[in-house]
């Protein structure tokens, strides 16, 4: 099956990936970009979707949307896809966004992840070089950002996974990469309260040896 996977570059988009190729799926990365202040949509770093497309081997598509899905909507009424795959982990918001957009198009939906916290993160943990790119919750400062994510270790009661919009995230490397993205310069925005990690500048290298 041809499936669209809603691509934001972050543990919870990748692990989907991962999830669609391990059904023996043929997956597309589907990236949207989305107004600043969506709630459905992760928006640090965006552009180095693209370089993780490359990283898997898989074919990625940018795509516009000022309304939440209207962008995705147009895109896969034009492309025929099996399947909609996306990282909702508890947001009942996102999904139910994502399943009444799969009602419209008569295509299924597919949420691996959900309501799956402890064995995504201790995969996330164990097997993915995952990076903190974006903080906006007390206990989480702006030591974390640029960070491996596994360095989180919050004051202040917090989603472990980060699920309820206190931070983002962005993954580099995979077992099912065929390359890694090393990242060579961060850029630090913060305005006291929250901020993110822009990459300044990153490229593909080869994968990681294992013992």
Request: proline share 4%; aromatic share 12%; charged share 30%.
């Amino acid at each position: 099956m041809r499936a669209a996977v809603l691509f934001s570059g972050g543990k919870d988009s990748v692990f989907s990936v991962f999830c669609a190729l391990s059904s023996g799926w043929e997956a597309e990365l589907i990236t949207v970009l989305g107004e600043e202040d969506s709630m459905m949509f992760h928006k640090p770093n965006l552009k180095y979707t693209e370089m993780q497309a490359e990283a898997m081997g898989l074919k990625h598509y940018f795509i516009k949307s000022d309304d939440e899905l209207n962008g995705i909507k147009k895109f896969l009424k034009k492309n025929k896809f099996g399947g909609i795959v996306s990282g909702a982990i508890a947001s009942e918001y996102q999904r139910q966004k994502i399943d009444m957009l799969g009602e419209e198009l008569r295509i299924p939906t597919f949420s691996f992840l959900w309501h799956k916290e402890k064995q995504l993160l201790s995969d996330v943990l164990e097997y993915f070089e995952t990076y903190v790119v974006a903080v906006s919750a007390e206990g989480l400062g702006k030591d974390l950002l640029g960070k491996p994510f596994k360095e989180i270790k919050a004051k202040y009661p917090i989603h472990p996974l980060l699920e309820g919009g206190e931070g983002e995230t962005f993954v580099a490397w995979a077992p099912f990469f065929k390359k890694r993205i090393k990242i060579e310069k961060w850029k630090i925005n913060w305005d006291g309260i929250r901020g993110e990690a822009e990459i300044e500048r990153a490229k593909l290298s080869d994968p990681p040896k294992t013992s």
